[in-house]
C-alpha cells in the first residue's frame, strides 16, 4: 500500500529579530495561506505589525515529502519543545502522547516511570456493578468487543482510577491481571459463578469470544461505595464516555483522588 507523502511542515519567521512564531503542516500552498489572513488572533497580529514595518515574513519548509500523520507527529513535536514562545492556539493532533509542559522538574507516571494510570468506567448496569467488581477484585467490560478490547491498553502494575457515572471516582487500585473472560477469571480459587454476586448478568455471552465480558483483575488500595463517591462540581475533573483512558496529562484530577483518597500515586506506581 502506498502512502501520500505530499504533506509538509513548515515555520513562519519574524525578519526583525529571526524569531520563530508559527508552525503548521499542510501541502501544496498551505504554507501561503496565513500571509493574508485575516482576524485578531496573535498570528494574524505578529504578521501585520511585520508588514507595517515593510518586511514580510519568513516561511521556510522544515521536514518535506512527509505523509499526513508524520507531518502531524513532526508539527507536534515543535509545538511541545517551542509551544510557550507561539502564536499556535492548537498544541497538535498528537498533543496528548507528549509530556505536559513545564513538568521536566517532575517524575511523571508515563513517562518516568514504565507504568501508567488510567481512568475505568465502572459502567454499572444490566451486567456489571460496582459492588461486584470492589468486593471480588475486578474491573470489567463486554457484550461487545468494542468495549471489552478498551481494557487491552491496560498492564500489569498499572494503577487504575474507577469511575461511577453520575457519582464520582469510587476506587484505587492496581492491575494484577487480565483482561480475560469472566468464565476464566478467579476469585481466590472461586469462579463467578460460585460467588454471590449483585449482578450475575455479567455471565451473559460468556462462551462468545466477542461478546464475553471481559475483566481485569485488581488489588483495590482505597475504595468508597457509590454515596461517598469522591466529586466536586464545577472543578475541572476528568471524565469520559471511553472505558479507559489515560490520566497521566490530567493534573487537577490526579491531585484531587490523591487528597480525598489520602494517597500517592508515585508510591502506588513504585509498590
Known amino acids: 500500500m502506498k502512502h501520500n507523502r505530499e504533506y509538509y511542515v513548515y515555520v513562519y519567521i519574524d525578519p526583525r529579530n529571526n524569531e520563530e512564531f508559527y508552525y503548521g503542516k499542510g501541502r501544496g500552498n498551505r504554507k501561503s495561506a496565513h500571509l493574508l489572513a485575516r482576524g485578531d488572533s496573535a498570528k494574524v497580529k505578529r504578521i501585520k505589525d511585520i508588514y507595517k514595518e515593510g518586511e514580510q515574513p519568513k516561511v521556510k519548509v522544515i521536514a518535506a515529502d512527509l505523509t499526513e500523520d508524520q507531518a502531524f507527529l513532526v508539527e507536534s513535536t515543535l509545538l511541545w519543545k517551542l509551544g510557550n514562545n507561539l502564536t499556535n492556539v492548537a498544541s497538535g493532533v498528537f498533543a496528548g502522547n507528549f509530556r505536559p509542559q513545564n513538568t521536566l522538574h517532575?517524575?511523571?507516571?508515563?513517562?518516568?516511570?514504565?507504568?501508567?494510570?488510567?481512568?475505568?468506567?465502572?459502567?454499572?448496569?444490566?451486567?456489571?456493578?460496582?459492588?461486584d467488581s470492589r468486593q471480588y477484585g475486578f474491573l470489567s467490560a463486554g457484550q461487545q468487543r468494542k468495549y471489552s478490547e478498551q481494557l487491552e491498553g491496560l498492564q500489569t502494575g498499572d494503577v487504575v482510577v474507577a469511575y461511577l457515572n453520575k457519582h464520582g471516582y469510587v476506587g484505587l487500585g492496581i492491575v494484577e491481571d487480565g483482561p480475560i473472560r469472566v468464565r476464566e477469571f478467579r476469585y481466590r480459587g472461586k469462579t463467578m459463578k460460585q460467588c454471590r454476586l449483585k449482578q450475575p448478568n455479567i455471565y451473559d455471552n460468556a462462551d462468545d469470544a466477542d461478546d464475553s465480558e471481559y475483566l481485569v483483575k485488581v488489588r483495590w488500595k482505597k475504595t468508597v461505595d457509590a454515596k461517598r463517591a469522591k466529586?466536586?462540581?464545577?472543578?475541572?475533573?476528568?471524565?469520559?464516555?471511553?472505558?479507559?483512558?489515560?490520566?497521566?496529562?490530567?493534573?487537577?484530577?490526579?491531585?484531587?483522588?490523591?487528597?480525598?483518597?489520602?494517597?500517592?500515586?508515585?508510591?502506588?506506581?513504585?509498590?
Open 106 to 131: 517532575k517524575e511523571l507516571p508515563g513517562f518516568d516511570f514504565k507504568h501508567s494510570i488510567h481512568l475505568v468506567n465502572v459502567g454499572e448496569g444490566p451486567h456489571r456493578c460496582w459492588a
Open 231 to 271: 466529586w466536586k462540581a464545577k472543578a475541572g475533573l476528568f471524565t469520559t464516555r471511553l472505558v479507559r483512558a489515560s490520566l497521566i496529562n490530567q493534573t487537577k484530577t490526579l491531585r484531587f483522588l490523591e487528597s480525598e483518597f489520602g494517597i500517592r500515586f508515585r508510591q502506588m506506581i513504585k509498590e
